[in-house]
């Protein structure tokens, strides 16, 4: 069962998102344009280039939906304007330049949705040297954040769950970012500007920051928050932050910390981050202080908390995927392997898929108890690795 249709329901239902691509890229096309629209879902951000009188479109996503975006374009009149092209960007050649390249692969922080790697990948192969890409400029924004009920995602497994021992799962918890919506009450100060970047000129490398985050109002620190504002346009910004008018209807990031703090108004969180966009691991460490308010030199500072946290902490990675992976392992195939070898090797552009699929069930008896089984496994291997 898929609910991916109803994915797109939600963004094109987002009443804020769409108005927000429609007045950029009514600022930013002009009729001459040639535009990508990349990774182009129902095609929505190509549409509204077309209405705004791009001469042409690229429409680019890796899976079915583009099919779908293809009767959507024929139905609203635009099929002449675009060319579909149904793989990942980075796979894909266009026969020209464009002016303009559009997506919506922000993520809830930023960049973990690929926006950063598919955006340098495109300004350096398929975008004009003056051309530009919506959105051109991100700002990711940290904040102290008092939210008992997510903090609760991390205690659960303190709590002896079904009457068994799950604290080994604590760890794991305590080092995974967690998608959620805040709410203006879930601050306990001002956000700051952890980074201010140009998504298509990072070069994929790591991002990493220090920031000074003031509490403003007594509360409990139970993490760290983490959502983003886009420049799509010179006069166009989109946000999914709680403190704007025009909030998207796209969830935030919440960083646990290992353990509550109580903080009162101007206690200081200092945060260091360090992101990998590509692997999308984060590691967030905090330190907590107070200055002692009789102190007139503001020198005396007392430390509530330190933690260290990180992503690649909460991976779940199998010791066998671990043994295999190490640079001494010496792989062979296991009998699934030899399968898509042999899928692979009858791809040999003689071959018809129908002969394909006989050939892969009798050489392979063990794992296709029927044809059918065997056909649903050359089609997974062809329609990702054949043309
Ligand atoms: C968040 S949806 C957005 C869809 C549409 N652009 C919109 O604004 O409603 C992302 C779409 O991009 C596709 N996608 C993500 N990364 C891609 C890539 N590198 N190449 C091609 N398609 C990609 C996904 O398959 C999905 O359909």
Redesign the pocket.
């Known amino acids: 069962m898929s609910l991916e249709i109803d994915e797109?329901r939600e963004?094109l239902s987002d009443q804020a998102r769409v108005s927000a691509f429609r007045s950029a890229i009514e600022e930013v096309i002009k009729p001459d344009h040639v535009v990508l629209?990349?990774?182009?879902?129902?095609g929505?951000?190509g549409l509204l280039a077309c209405q705004a009188g791009a001469k042409r479109v690229y429409a680019?996503?890796?899976?079915g939906?583009i099919e779908l975006a293809r009767a959507i374009f024929v139905e609203n009149g635009f099929q002449d304007r675009v060319r579909f092209i149904k793989d990942?960007?980075?796979r894909v050649e266009l026969p020209e330049p464009v002016d303009v390249v559009l997506?919506?692969?922000i993520g809830h922080f930023g960049f973990e949705?690929?926006l950063f790697e598919?955006f340098g990948d495109a300004r350096r192969r398929f975008l004009k040297p003056d051309g530009v890409t919506i959105p051109r400029h991100l700002e990711l924004y940290i904040c102290p954040i008092e939210f008992e009920g997510m903090w609760k995602h991390v205690d659960f497994w303190t709590s002896a769950p079904a009457g068994f021992d799950f604290l080994p799962a604590r760890s794991l918890a305590a080092n995974t970012g967690y998608p959620v919506k805040f709410n203006p009450e879930h601050l306990l100060g001002a956000p700051e500007v952890a980074w201010s970047v140009d998504p298509s000129s990072c070069d994929g490398g790591s991002l990493s920051m220090r920031a000074q985050l003031n509490v403003t109002r007594p509360g409990t620190l139970h993490g760290i928050g983490g959502w983003f504002v886009a420049q799509l346009s010179p006069h166009v910004t989109m946000s999914n932050s709680p403190l704007v008018a025009q909030r998207i209807n796209r969830r935030n990031v919440f960083f646990p910390l290992d353990r509550p703090i109580s903080v009162q108004k101007d206690d200081l969180v200092f945060v260091s981050m360090y992101v990998l966009p590509t692997q999308v691991i984060v590691s967030w460490n905090v330190e907590v202080w107070r200055t002692d308010p009789h102190d007139p030199t503001h020198t005396k500072k007392t430390k509530l908390g330190q933690f260290s946290h990180s992503t690649l902490n909460g991976m779940l990675i199998s010791r066998e995927d671990l043994q295999r992976t190490k640079p001494t392992s010496i792989p062979t195939l296991n009998p699934w392997g030899q399968a898509r070898l042999t899928v692979l090797t009858l791809c040999d552009g003689q071959r018809r898929l129908a002969d394909i699929e006989q050939e892969v069930l009798r050489r392979h008896p063990k794992l296709f108890p029927s044809l059918t089984e065997a056909a649903t496994f050359v089609a997974e291997v062809v329609t990702r690795y054949a043309r």
């Open positions: 797109h963004y629209d990349l990774g182009c879902g129902t929505i951000l680019i996503d890796q899976g939906m990942v960007s980075s997506a919506d692969q949705a690929g598919y």
